[in-house]
């Protein structure tokens, strides 16, 4: 551990990232909460504190009971913290949402981490929009059954973005938190951090259009209805919490997401 310190403090000194360290670290064969200590250690200085983060409750039952219905647990993982569950959504809500934001969408943005705002992306090319929180009946009820998933109040998050991929559509792997090096980090993060992610398939592609984790080597396959939720407790690399949309081969996806929150998000004023 030593001798990884002082190499990391030199590393340091010559100007690499908090990221470039830890995935040095991790990249050696140690453990994220390992690492964060060695870099820490040999930066003199603490990295970002864990975060509270929303997990479902699971107790090695099949079926979780999330109010109005039951869901199916597909898979559970402790490292990613990650879950995929079956009959989250009814045909016709994923139906519902599908029209109600067909008419609406416009080309996705990515996050702009000097200004904090939104800007077009090569790595993201779907269209897509943001609902606001309880905009109508089939949000609300959705929003209700995610929160008795989770255990985490829907007003710590963002609204439910719906997105259409077409063919060809990808987005290509990225982290979903704020970059706490970004200098816009604390415009970012005024109503708070970003901590956990849902996913809702809304169809099922012809072919392609799955969800990546390449750090786990974990592909989950877009199925309608079904959803992944993963969390991060922190805003770096260690949580393995990186992802992608794979390109769609045939036909198209539609997907929703909904991002939680540390502390209760306020909503920007409407268009």
């Known amino acids: 551990m030593a001798r990884l310190c002082a190499w990391l403090a030199e590393r340091h000194r010559a100007g690499d990232s908090v990221v470039q360290l830890l995935a040095a670290c991790t990249g050696s064969g140690w453990d994220g909460d390992t690492a964060?200590?060695?870099?820490?250690?040999?930066?003199?200085?603490s990295l970002a504190p864990p975060l509270p983060t929303p997990r479902p409750l699971f107790r090695n039952k099949p079926e979780l009971d999330v109010g109005d219905r039951r869901v199916h647990v597909l898979l559970s993982m402790q490292r990613p913290a990650l879950m995929v569950v079956g009959?989250?959504?009814?045909?016709?809500?994923?139906?519902?949402?599908?029209?109600?934001?067909?008419?609406?969408?416009?080309?996705?943005?990515?996050?702009?981490?000097?200004?904090?705002?939104?800007?077009?992306?090569?790595?993201?090319t779907s269209h897509?929009?943001?609902?606001?929180?309880?905009e109508s009946e089939l949000i609300q009820r959705i929003e209700r059954r995610l929160e008795r998933f989770l255990a985490w109040p829907m007003d710590w998050g963002e609204g439910l973005q719906v997105l259409r991929y077409g063919l060809g559509a990808e987005y290509r792997p990225h982290f979903d938190y704020f970059d706490p090096e970004s200098p816009a980090i604390a415009k970012l993060t005024a109503s708070g951090q970003r901590v956990a992610t849902v996913l809702l398939y809304l169809n099922t592609p012809e072919e392609g259009g799955g969800t990546s984790f390449p750090d786990v080597q974990l592909d989950v396959a877009a199925r309608r209805?079904?959803?992944?939720?993963?969390?991060?407790?922190r805003p770096y690399p260690t949580t393995l919490t990186r992802h992608g949309g794979q390109?769609?081969?045939?036909?198209?996806?539609?997907?929703?997401?909904?991002?939680?929150?540390?502390?209760y998000f306020e909503e920007p004023p409407p268009r």
């Open 247 to 263: 390109p769609v081969l045939a036909g198209e996806k539609w997907v929703a997401t909904k991002w939680l929150r540390s502390q």
């Open 36 to 45: 964060v200590r060695a870099v820490e250690t040999a930066m003199g200085q």
């Open 128 to 134: 897509g929009l943001f609902f606001r929180r309880g």
């Open 225 to 233: 209805g079904n959803a992944v939720f993963f969390a991060y407790d």
């Open 87 to 124: 009959n989250m959504l009814s045909d016709e809500e994923c139906d519902g949402l599908i029209e109600a934001a067909r008419a609406r969408i416009s080309p996705s943005t990515v996050v702009d981490n000097l200004s904090g705002g939104n800007k077009p992306g090569d790595e993201r």
